[in-house]
């Protein structure tokens, strides 16, 4: 069964922190890397952390210093702090494989993600 089930978001004030987790099938987590993706209303989804399976993380510049990447190998489970949030981190969070896992269905595939999880931050 592939699946990807993210938790811990919610409503936090500006300069708050956040922790979220993401439990996955074995199948996409295995040994792909991982990624923390968000959408923001209005904007495309993007790709703002990422791990190896050996651990090495990559971060885009207005996440770095502030957001940790970090996976439990033994659990399937991967997760995301975040500090220091900004108004402008408001988004839903998702995770998947870095780049994303694909269902095939019949001929074709298709990326599969899971639910997200809602961040918003008050300022």
């Known amino acids: 069964q592939v699946q990807l089930v993210e938790s811990g978001g919610g409503l936090v004030q500006a300069g708050g922190s956040l922790r979220l987790s993401c439990e996955a099938s074995?199948?996409?987590?295995?040994?792909?890397?991982m990624g923390w993706y968000r959408q923001a209303p209005g904007k495309q989804r993007e790709l703002v952390a990422a791990?190896?399976?050996?651990?090495?993380?990559n971060y885009v510049d207005f996440v770095k210093g502030r957001f940790t990447i970090s996976r439990d190998n033994a659990k399937n489970t991967v997760y995301l702090q975040m500090n220091s949030l900004k108004p402008e981190d408001t988004a839903v969070y998702y995770c998947?494989?870095?780049?994303?896992?694909?269902?095939?269905?019949?001929?074709?595939?298709?990326?599969?993600w899971g639910q997200g999880t809602q961040v918003t931050v008050s300022s």
């Open positions: 074995g199948r996409i987590f295995s040994t792909n890397a």
């Open positions: 791990i190896t399976s050996g651990g090495s993380t």
């Open positions: 998947n494989a870095d780049p994303p896992y694909r269902a095939t269905i019949g001929r074709s595939s298709t990326p599969y």
